[in-house]
């Protein structure tokens, strides 16, 4: 039973222009949503974060928008840059002190020059 | 200075062999935690450490077992090592208590059993 799903094996976007990377879950107890970016041969790195009781965050150029009554969460990148290639991971954590991340099977990012 | 470190990166073995996987974090962290990436790129959570004490454990076979020393090490043994344990392992540690926090990662150990 996959919890957090990221429908979107891969996505190209042309470099300037923006990324939408798509993210669903299904348990509602979710309580904390992270973005973590993979390059080849690397561990994921955490991108950013949102708490449930937010709708938004901001970071330089990565924006993570969360819509609860949907169990939706996308990260926004832009301007994109060649060097966001990389696969993203979205994760869901259940409440405070459980410090367990539940993790989709992310999305590969290619930006075009 | 590397945050979380795990050694060795690569591992190729033979099935039935007995190995082990080391993990060191210099963050101060109190909880540790190994994940398993499957050939579906699923990333998934095998054991959490808090404190060198296990709080979760993820339905994992017993061949692997995992061990703290200190709040700083985790390091994984697997026993009896079989096909299906093919994967990439990562490592890595996160705050304990302090709310909103993200885990940091280590670069994986590749395994493959032959």
């Known amino acids: 039973d996959q919890q957090v799903k990221q429908n979107s094996p891969s996505l190209s976007v042309q470099e300037g222009r923006i990324s939408i990377l798509n993210c669903d879950y299904t348990?509602?107890?979710?309580?904390?949503f992270l973005w973590y970016k993979k390059y080849p041969a690397e561990g994921p790195t955490f991108l950013i974060s949102?708490?449930?009781?937010?709708d938004k965050n901001e970071d330089g150029r990565f924006t993570v928008f969360l819509n609860k009554s949907a169990k939706h969460l996308s990260l926004h990148i832009v301007p994109s840059q060649p060097g966001d290639s990389a696969v993203y991971f979205c994760?869901?954590?259940?409440?405070?002190?459980?410090?367990?991340?539940?993790f989709g099977t992310g999305t590969r990012l290619t930006i075009i020059p | 200075d590397t945050a979380v470190s795990q050694t060795p990166k690569y591992l190729v073995t033979q099935m039935g062999n007995d190995k082990s996987i080391k993990c060191e974090q210099n963050?101060?962290?109190?909880?540790m935690y190994w994940y398993k990436q499957d050939s579906k790129k699923f990333l998934k959570i095998m054991f959490s450490?808090?404190?060198?004490?296990l709080i979760i454990n993820e339905t994992v076979p017993n061949r692997f077992s995992p061990k703290s020393p200190d709040k700083a090490h985790l390091n994984l043994h697997i026993n009896s090592l079989e096909l299906g344990d093919s994967a990439v392992y990562f490592c890595?540690?996160?705050?304990w208590g302090q709310g909103a926090s993200e885990a940091f990662f280590g670069q994986g150990t590749r395994l493959t059993v032959v």
């Open positions: 890595a540690s996160s705050p």
């Open positions: 348990n509602s107890m979710f309580d904390y």
């Open positions: 949102i708490s449930s009781i937010k």
């Open positions: 994760a869901a954590r259940v409440n405070f002190g459980n410090e367990k991340l539940t």
């Open positions: 963050l101060g962290h109190d909880t």
């Open positions: 450490y808090n404190n060198k004490e």
